[in-house]
């Protein structure tokens, strides 16, 4: 997406802005000539993550704007407040918040430590909002004010709760300062939205969290994020507040249709990984979500899961064994654990047990959600990402199942 110029002097403060997409949209302001506040944390290297507030201020000069850079830590008021009183000193004023930074622990509640639990919630809930609180004063001098939150659409369905609630609750106090404050800061002529990507976004962090290589290959690159941040930035503060906004929604907008350029790994040619909290059709937690799978006998005596192993098995070809060429082992969680495969790396061979060849991959989930998954109701990537999916073993190999679901439908 070109550069217009539209954030030609403005100032911009934006949390988390040493790495990741904190920095490429940074840097797409920059390019505009933007001053940039970089309130960020890291001002010493470290040790698995490259890049500081210094490093990220010498990239944003570069690339034509004007930099700032403050150690803050969202959790201290006197330090966000000090970065606020030296932005106006140098700049003048403060016309675009962008609230990035973010802690994430994938935890369910019994796992999930008290100070994890704080970190997230006093990072990305109350960080978000002091950043916010200390920052509106200035914006309401602006002509051009926005605040823009990295948070998801607010999406009730259980699924994104019930395997990280304390991470859910966090992220999703972000969300709700934009539903708050949209509403409250309208007469001051200051537009507050979300921000949130329909894909995993490949970060330096996410691969140390992934602890693969194989999720660049899944992901696009936070560049897609920055060129959406920068048209909603762009935009009037009259006709864009209050809205939950997905990136590449807003890029189509903007008529920017070819997404393979944001691919992380270009080569790759295979669907993405979905992001959290995005699903097709919203829930409200209570009349949705609710079916629960049931085992149930066929008339032939097997149940519904070994049914459609059995299915799958009829219609497998040498063809589509040497299209895929990988084994998987299903582990259908219940009452008692039950186990499938689909051995595609001979004939092709599917059926209830274990394969005698090693899999490359074992699958773990809930038996409601094998049937969605070989129904074409759920995608693998977006259950891996959901956490209705694990996977161990090779990552790369279990996303396959994406065309292997899209064939073997055509088939039955």
Same mark, same amino acid.
């Given at each position: 997406m #070109? ?8 100032? =911009? ?9 904190g ?9 505009d @000539? ?8 890291? *001002? ?6 490259? !890049? ?7 990239e ?7 930099? #700032? ?21 140098k700049? @003048? @004023? ?16 019994l796992?999930?430590? %008290? ?9 990305n809930?109350? !960080? ?11 914006l ?28 859910? %609750? ?11 404050? *949209? *509403? ?57 507040? @209050? ?8 890029l ?76 998987? #082992?299903?582990?259908?969680? !219940? ?37 969605? =998954? ?5 995608? *693998? ?14 990552? %790369? ?6 065309? #292997?679901?899209k =064939? =073997?439908?055509?088939?039955?």
């Amino acid at each position: 997406m #070109l550069n217009t110029g539209k954030l030609s002097g403005l100032t =911009l403060f934006i949390t988390g802005g040493s790495r990741g997409i904190g920095k490429a949209i940074a840097l797409k302001a920059a390019r505009d @000539g933007a001053n940039i506040v970089i309130a960020a944390k890291t *001002a010493e290297p470290h040790p698995k993550l490259p !890049g500081t507030i210094y490093t990220a201020a010498k990239e944003i000069e570069e690339a034509g704007g004007k930099c #700032l850079p403050c150690v803050v830590d969202v959790r201290d008021e006197s330090q966000i407040a000090d970065a606020v009183n030296k932005s106006i000193s140098k700049f @003048g @004023g403060i016309d675009i918040v962008v609230n990035n930074a973010s802690a994430i622990s994938l935890t369910p509640t019994l796992d999930t430590e %008290m100070k994890r639990y704080d970190l997230m919630h006093n990072i990305n809930t109350r !960080g978000t909002f002091l950043v916010s609180k200390l920052c509106i004063p200035h914006l309401k001098k602006s002509k051009h004010a926005h605040i823009l939150n990295i948070s998801p659409p607010l999406n009730m369905n259980p699924n994104w709760f019930r395997d990280h609630v304390a991470y859910t %609750m966090a992220k999703y106090g972000m969300s709700m300062c934009v539903l708050g404050m *949209a *509403a409250e800061l309208r007469a001051d002529n200051i537009a507050v939205n979300a921000l949130w990507p329909r894909t995993a976004i490949y970060t330096a962090a996410v691969e140390m969290l992934s602890g693969s290589t194989e999720a660049k290959k899944l992901s696009r690159n936070p560049e897609i994020m920055a060129d959406a941040a920068y048209a909603v930035l762009s935009r009037s503060v009259e006709n864009c507040t @209050g809205q939950f906004l997905v990136d590449d929604e807003v890029l189509r907008q903007e008529g920017v249709t070819d997404l393979t350029q944001y691919a992380s790994d270009p080569s790759y040619k295979g669907d993405l990984m979905m992001d959290f909290f995005l699903d097709e059709t919203p829930h409200d937690g209570f009349n949705q979500g609710k079916k629960k799978s049931q085992q149930t006998k066929k008339s032939d005596g097997k149940d519904d899961i070994e049914g459609i192993f059995s299915k799958i098995n009829s219609h497998l070809t040498p063809e589509i064994a040497k299209g895929t060429n990988a084994c998987f #082992l299903f582990v259908v969680k !219940g009452d008692e654990d039950r186990t499938y495969y689909v051995d595609l790396t001979g004939n092709g061979a599917a059926g209830k047990g274990k394969p005698t060849t090693k899999p490359d991959a074992t699958l773990t989930m809930e038996a409601d959600k094998i049937e969605e =998954l070989f129904d074409g109701k759920l995608k *693998a990537a977006d259950a891996y990402m959901s956490g209705k999916l694990k996977i161990s073993g090779s990552l %790369m190999k279990a996303m396959k199942l994406e065309k #292997l679901m899209k =064939l =073997l439908k055509a088939k039955y």
